[in-house]
């Protein structure tokens, strides 16, 4: 079964940083994109970056310079390095491998990222 087990998350104040993590199993991990989304209360779900099999990455503009994507196709993981947090970033953090089949069929927990003073 594919699964994405989310982690990392936590309450951080602005301008901080944190690192979330993610546990991919049930398909070939190493032959697909990855990608992590992030749902805001109240809000339609949001992608925000994605890293290609050959380690190329994508970041919405919303994002970019502050959030950095990789992945470790050894241990199967994709992971989201967040700084300079804003209030507005405040969202559950999910990944997913957008190009698999049934994509969206497949979701995690996420992680619940929150960013307040």
């Known amino acids: 079964q594919v699964q994405f087990v989310e982690s990392g998350g936590g309450l951080v104040q602005p301008g901080g940083s944190l690192r979330l993590s993610c546990a991919a199993s049930?398909?070939?991990?190493?032959?697909?994109?990855m990608a992590w989304y992030r749902q805001a209360p109240g809000k339609e779900r949001e992608r925000v970056a994605f890293?290609?099999?050959?380690?190329?990455?994508y970041y919405a503009d919303s994002v970019k310079g502050r959030f950095t994507i990789s992945r470790d196709d050894a241990k199967k993981m994709v992971f989201l390095q967040i700084g300079s947090l804003k209030p507005e970033d405040t969202a559950v953090y999910f990944c997913?491998?957008?190009?698999?089949?049934?994509?969206?069929?497949?979701w995690g927990r996420g992680t619940q990222v929150t960013v307040s003073s």
């Open positions: 997913n491998a957008p190009n698999y089949p049934r994509w969206n069929d497949y």
């Open positions: 049930g398909f070939t991990f190493s032959s697909y994109l």
């Open positions: 890293i290609t099999t050959a380690a190329g990455t």
